[in-house]
């Protein structure tokens, strides 16, 4: 399914309103940036994830870059225990308590290999994505070769969304007090659009909202 199309997950926080990293709380069986990692391994992968073992040598045509930043050694040893099951690795920011969103993206763009013709920009703190909704942006990619897909909910745009190559340039030669949401408004025009549940629109920021959703 990946098609050249790889993952970057955003996860360079600080975490401010919950108090602790919320990329290492527990969801499920395993954290809530396990989870994320997870789903977009099963959703890029042509083999079935559930027949992996921990130790096998993955062969992949994609990557699942992280982000780091905030609590970057915690948020790092997480990334090496994913790195046993999944082609995950971390891209660390240096510019996340500063730079906001748009840096952690120029990071992870910066960092992807030559053979990847998109990438996902995925929220490390957004477990409740659904395989299927990442399955059918990279569809309507590969079937339109939009340079931009965007999941949307009742009209509202949600992550992740997919960027084409083409574009990484323009991205990564923005100032980073830009955000991504103006950079995306200066090319409404070439956005496809893919319908998707609301779990797009929800995030983790508080200790409510955890306690609200995590299962």
């Known amino acids: 399914m990946s ?21 290492l709380l527990p969801w499920g069986k395993t954290t809530v940036l ?3 990692a997870t789903m977009f391994a099963a959703s890029l992968s042509t083999d079935s994830e559930s027949d992996k073992e921990i130790g096998t040598d993955i062969k ?9 930043g905030g609590a970057r050694e915690l948020v790092e ?15 660390y920011n240096p510019k996340y308590a500063q730079g906001g969103m748009l840096s952690s ?9 030559p053979g990847q013709r998109a990438a996902l920009i995925g929220l ?17 990619f590969i079937q339109t070769e939009s340079a931009l897909v965007i999941p949307s909910y009742r009209e509202r745009r949600g992550h992740p969304w997919l ?10 030669a923005l100032p980073t007090s830009t955000t ?15 319908p998707a549940d609301e779990s797009i629109l929800l995030d983790l920021d508080t200790p409510e909202d955890y306690n609200r959703q995590h299962p």
Not at 77 to 91: D, H, K, S, T, W
Not at 106 to 113: E, S
Not at 124 to 140: F, K, L, Y
Not at 163 to 172: M, N, Q, S, T
């Open 105 to 113: 993206i120029q990071a992870g763009l910066a960092a992807l290999g």
């Open 3 to 23: 098609e050249g199309i790889s993952a970057l997950i955003l996860a360079a926080g600080e975490s401010r309103r919950m108090g602790q990293p919320k990329q």
């Open 180 to 194: 991504p949401r103006q950079f995306l408004n200066s090319h409404t025009g070439q956005i496809e659009y893919v």
């Open 60 to 68: 992949t045509d994609y990557e699942i870059l992280i982000a780091t």
């Open 124 to 140: 490390g703190d957004q477990p409740q994505v659904r395989e299927e909704t990442v399955r059918h942006i990279c569809a309507a």
């Open 34 to 36: 396990g989870q994320v």
């Open 163 to 172: 960027v084409a190559r083409p574009l990484w340039p323009e991205i990564l």
């Open 77 to 91: 040893a997480e990334v090496a225990r994913l790195a046993q099951l999944y082609p995950v690795r971390a891209v």
